[in-house]
């Protein structure tokens, strides 16, 4: 496997031994739930499929399940960023046995540059277990990221399903669609790969969990990205609104022209504008402001 040296699972002690020995009781307040199941961390390592990119970012590795699988499936070089000091010593022991495939990084993904962090790999992927209360944020700085086509080539993120079903809803979703579908799926490729039952992770969340990948498009919808969060956020601010009401605050008073440079009929409502309206939003808004 172009030289990777093999890593084999068996030769580390179970994940359950790993954390009662290092006192590591999940922690609510940083959002974390443990996955012991070898077989379901194997299936998410092999969906990221590790060993086709140079570089994989782990955000949130707590003990360590899913890096070992990583590893086990043939990434060639993973950066783990953990904010939770407590759980270093267990990450050190795999390390040890990765062959230098495994560098830890202590800190908050949400203050880390990763960009500066991965450097010049490429392609770089970013595949994790996201704590849930910081997931969101995590996944919106990423896609609003620039330039654009970004320093990863993929994402394969684990959420809440809830999370999981906004980030790939369209207009025919209502229910679910909104400024987080409109701003993911303007500039990636989105789908759900599999659910995971809260049994799986220990404590059990109370919600089940999806994976989903998310793929950068080598050329979004031409808008400017800013102008695109600040109009998503005006128009499901007010979702109950027609768009003449919600747009009020972002043209000055005059709804009625910027959608008219939109092409966007002024009584329709949020949920019933795909991304390319949501692009032509942007622009139009583009052209009465500069």
């Not at 490729?189 to 089940?208: G, M, Q, W």
Request: some cysteine; proline content about 7%; overall charge positive.
């Amino acid at each position: 496997m172009n030289g990777v040296v093999d890593f084999s699972l068996e030769s580390l002690p179970p994940l359950r031994e790993v954390v009662a020995r290092h006192g590591l009781a999940a922690k609510k307040s940083l959002g974390q739930n443990f996955l012991f199941d070898l077989n379901l961390t194997r299936r998410i390592a092999r969906a990221a499929s590790p060993a086709t990119a140079e570089l994989i970012v782990e955000i949130g590795p707590g003990p360590g399940g899913l890096t070992r699988a990583l590893l086990a499936e043939g990434a060639r070089k993973i950066i783990a960023i953990e904010r939770d000091e407590r759980c270093l010593s267990a990450l050190a022991e795999i390390a040890e046995r990765a062959d230098g495939r495994l560098q830890v990084v202590e800190g908050d993904a949400l203050d880390i540059d990763l960009r500066a962090l991965a450097g010049a790999a490429r392609p770089a992927r970013i595949c994790a277990n996201l704590p849930y209360n910081v997931a969101t944020a995590l996944l919106t700085r990423w896609i609003e990221t620039d330039p654009w086509p970004p320093w990863f080539d993929r994402l394969v993120l684990m959420f809440q399903r809830e999370v999981a079903e906004r980030i790939v809803a369209t207009p025919l979703q209502r229910a679910a669609y909104g400024r987080l579908a409109v701003l993911c799926n303007w500039r990636c490729e989105t789908r759900i790969l599999f659910d995971i039952s809260p049994a799986a992770f220990t404590p059990p969340p109370k919600v089940t969990s999806s994976l989903v990948e998310l793929v950068p498009r080598a050329a979004p919808l031409p808008c400017d990205g800013k102008l695109l969060s600040e109009a998503t956020q005006a128009a499901f601010g007010q979702r109950r609104k027609m768009l003449r009401q919600s747009m009020k605050s972002l043209a000055a008073g005059d709804a009625a022209d910027l959608l008219a440079r939109a092409g966007l009929d002024p009584t329709s409502r949020a949920e019933e504008i795909d991304i390319a309206g949501f692009a032509a939003l942007a622009r139009a808004l583009a052209e009465i402001r500069f």
